[in-house]
C-alpha cells in the first residue's frame, strides 16, 4: 500500500467517523458539517476529472452546481404545491424522490456541459477560463431573472426529499447517502483515470502534439471528460441544495466555482482525494475562522497563496510527496 | 511487396507563404518503399514548415500531399496518423509525467483507436501492453519501463519518440531532426537503429547531422529558401555544385 492509499483511506474514514461521533454524541450540527464536505467533496471530484486530469482550467463549474441544484428545486417545488411542471406535449409532474432527482440533474448537466464544452474547448488558455466563465454568469444572470422560480430570491423547498428506505430528515441518514456517492464518484475517478480515457487524456494534457500524432484527438477526448465532470458536479448541487432545502442563483456565481477550485488546490491538484482533502479544510477553516471574524477569506487567500507559492501538491502533495507513477 | 516506383508518401507541387516569405515554392518530393530520404537545408530554409504541412499542422495553399496514394491534403493530423504516418519531433514531446511504458501504451492506444474505454485499465490491457513492450523492446529501453519519462536522458527520449511511432506500425516515418542534441555514441547508435528501420517503413528525415546523413539517406533533398534545388542520391548531391555554394559554404 503506497503512503497516498493510506492517506486517503485515513481521510475517507475520518469522514465516516467524525458524523458517526457526532450522532453518538447528539451534535447534529457537526453531522450536518460533514454532510457539507462530502457534497462540496463530491463536485470537487467532478471538477478535479477536468482540472486535475484533463488541465481544463474551468472557472465555470458552478453552472452545474447550479443545474443540479435548480434540478431539484424545480422538481421539488412543483410537487410540493401539487402543479405540474408542464402538460404540453406530455404531462410532466414534480417529484420528491432523489434518485429521480439525481438522474435529472445528472442528464441535465451532462447536456449543458456538451453545449458548454463542444464551444469553450475549441480554445485555450485563459480565452478558455474567460468563455466558460462567460457561460456561468449567463446562467446566474437567466436564474436572477427567472422568477417563475424565486429570481433572485430562490426556491425554499419545505421538506428535504426522500429516498427510498431511509428517514433523509434524519443528518446521519442523509450523511451516509451523501458518503456512499461520494466513495462511488472516487472510485469512478480512480478507475477512470488507469483507464485507457485516462491516460490519453492526461497525455493530451502534457502534450496534445504527441495524442493528435498518435490518431487521437485531444478535442474529442476533453469534451469527454467535461461532460463527465459536469455531471458529476451537477449531481452534487442537487445534493447541496437538498441539503439546505433552499436553492438560489448564489449556487450559478462565479464565487462558487471559484470556490470548488480554490478547495481543489489547498487539497491537490489531480489527486484523487485531493477535493476530499480540500473541502474539509474550507469547511474547518470557515467554520472556525468565521466564528473569528466576518473576513475570515482574508486568511484562506493567504493559505491558498502560501499553498501554491510553496506546497504545489497542496494537503495530499504534502502528506503523500510526488504522486507515485502507476504500474 | 510494395512497388518500388510507387511513392508511399509524396508532397506535389506543396507552395506556402506567410505573408511575403515564400516558405514552401512549389515542392515535389517523394517517399518510395525501402528508403532513408534525407531532407536539408541551411536554418529558415522551410524544413519544419513543409513537414508540418506533410504530417498534418499546417495547411499549404495550393498542392496536395499524398499517403499511400491517398490525397491528405485536407485530413486532420490525427487522420493521417491513423492512416499510417509515425511522426517524431525535435523536441521530444511525450508526456513526461507519464512512465516509458504508459507512453508507448498511449500509442498502442491510438493504434487500436478506441480510446473511450473508461472502465478497464490501460496497463492491465495485454493487447495494448504487448504492443507497448515490443515497441521498447525494439529500441532498447524495455529495461526503463517504469521509469518517469522526465528522467530519461536525452538520447533515451529520442529512442522512446521512436517508439512510441513503432506502435502505430506506420507506413512512413516522418522524423524531424531525430539526431539533435545527440552525442557522438548516442548519434551513431541511433545511426545503426534507423538503418535497421528503413526495411518496416520509409523513413523522411529533417537533419543537420551530415555524418548521419551521408551514413543513411539513400536520397537527399536540398531545401533553400523554400524551394528543392537538388535532390540525388549521396554522391550526386556532394558534388552538386549549387548545393556546395548555397549549403556547404564552399566555393564551387
Not at chain 1, 251 to 257: N, P
Not at chain 1, 275 to 303: D, N
Request: aromatic share 8%.
Amino acid at each position: 500500500m503506497t503512503r497516498e492509499t493510506l492517506i486517503n483511506s485515513a481521510l475517507a474514514l475520518a469522514l465516516l467517523l467524525v458524523p458517526l461521533l457526532a450522532y453518538a454524541m447528539d451534535e447534529p450540527f457537526i453531522i450536518t458539517l460533514a454532510t457539507k464536505v462530502a457534497i462540496l467533496a463530491l463536485a470537487g471530484v467532478g471538477l478535479n476529472i477536468a482540472l486535475g486530469l484533463g488541465g481544463l482550467v474551468s472557472l465555470g463549474h458552478a453552472a452545474f452546481f447550479g443545474i443540479g441544484g435548480y434540478a431539484m428545486g424545480i422538481l421539488a417545488s412543483h410537487a410540493q404545491s401539487y402543479t405540474a411542471i408542464t402538460d404540453w406535449p406530455v404531462l410532466i409532474e414534480g417529484t420528491k424522490s432523489m434518485p429521480v432527482i439525481w438522474l435529472v440533474a445528472v442528464v441535465a448537466s451532462g447536456i449543458t456541459a456538451l453545449l458548454i464544452g463542444a464551444l469553450s474547448l475549441r480554445t485555450s488558455g485563459v480565452y478558455f477560463i474567460m468563455i466558460t466563465l462567460a457561460f456561468g454568469q449567463m446562467l446566474y444572470y437567466f436564474a436572477i431573472s427567472w422568477a417563475a422560480y424565486g429570481g433572485e430570491d430562490g426556491l425554499s423547498i419545505y421538506v428535504r426529499n426522500s429516498f427510498p428506505g431511509l428517514n433523509t430528515l434524519d443528518p446521519i441518514q442523509f450523511f451516509a447517502i451523501t458518503f456512499v456517492l461520494l466513495l462511488a464518484a472516487l472510485l469512478f475517478s480512480a478507475r477512470l483515470a488507469r483507464s485507457p480515457f485516462g491516460l490519453a487524456l492526461n497525455a493530451a494534457r502534457q502534450s496534445p502534439q504527441r495524442v493528435e500524432t498518435i490518431g487521437l484527438s485531444p478535442y474529442r477526448l476533453r469534451l469527454l471528460a467535461f461532460v463527465i465532470s459536469g455531471m458529476i458536479t451537477g449531481l452534487a448541487g442537487a445534493l447541496f441544495a437538498d441539503l439546505n432545502r433552499f436553492v438560489s442563483p448564489t449556487m450559478f456565481s462565479w464565487q462558487t466555482s471559484g470556490e470548488i477550485m480554490v478547495f481543489i488546490i489547498l487539497g491537490g491538484t489531480a489527486r484523487l482525494f485531493g477535493p476530499v482533502a480540500g473541502a474539509a479544510l474550507f469547511i474547518i477553516l470557515e467554520h472556525i475562522l468565521g466564528g473569528l471574524s466576518e473576513f475570515w477569506h482574508i486568511y484562506l487567500g493567504l493559505l491558498l497563496l502560501l499553498v501554491v507559492l510553496f506546497a504545489k501538491g497542496g494537503v495530499i502533495g504534502t502528506l503523500a510527496g510526488r504522486e507515485k507513477a502507476h504500474d | 511487396m510494395t512497388d518500388l516506383q510507387t511513392p508511399i508518401l509524396e508532397t506535389r507541387n506543396i507552395c506556402k507563404s506567410f505573408d511575403a516569405l515564400k516558405a514552401s515554392q512549389d515542392i515535389s518530393l517523394d517517399l518510395r518503399a525501402g528508403e532513408i530520404h534525407a531532407l536539408i537545408g541551411p536554418n529558415g530554409a522551410g524544413k519544419s514548415t513543409l513537414i508540418a504541412q506533410i504530417a498534418g499542422g499546417l495547411k499549404p495553399d495550393s498542392g496536395s500531399v499524398h499517403l499511400n496514394g491517398r490525397d491528405v491534403t485536407t485530413l486532420p493530423t490525427a487522420k493521417r496518423a491513423r492512416l499510417g504516418l509515425g511522426r517524431t519531433f525535435q523536441v521530444s514531446a511525450l508526456a513526461m509525467e507519464d512512465t516509458v511504458l504508459q507512453n508507448a501504451v498511449l500509442g498502442a492506444l491510438g493504434a487500436q483507436g478506441r480510446p473511450f474505454h473508461l472502465f478497464q485499465s490501460a496497463l492491465g490491457n495485454a493487447s495494448l501492453r504487448q504492443v507497448a513492450e515490443q515497441a521498447l523492446e525494439r529500441v532498447g529501453l524495455q529495461d526503463h519501463a517504469r521509469t518517469r519519462t522526465a528522467e530519461l536522458s536525452h538520447g533515451q527520449r529520442r529512442q522512446l519518440e521512436v517508439a512510441v511511432a513503432l506502435t502505430l506500425q506506420p507506413k512512413a516515418f516522418v522524423m524531424d531532426e531525430p539526431m539533435a542534441g545527440l552525442g557522438a555514441s548516442g548519434s551513431k547508435a541511433l545511426t545503426g537503429f534507423l538503418d535497421s528501420l528503413r526495411e518496416q517503413a520509409p523513413i523522411l528525415m529533417v537533419e543537420h547531422d551530415m555524418d548521419a546523413v551521408f551514413a543513411l539517406a539513400d536520397r537527399i533533398s536540398v531545401l533553400v529558401y523554400g524551394q528543392i534545388i537538388a535532390t540525388g542520391s549521396v554522391a550526386e548531391i556532394r558534388a552538386h555544385p549549387e548545393v556546395r555554394r548555397a549549403y556547404l559554404g564552399e566555393d564551387a
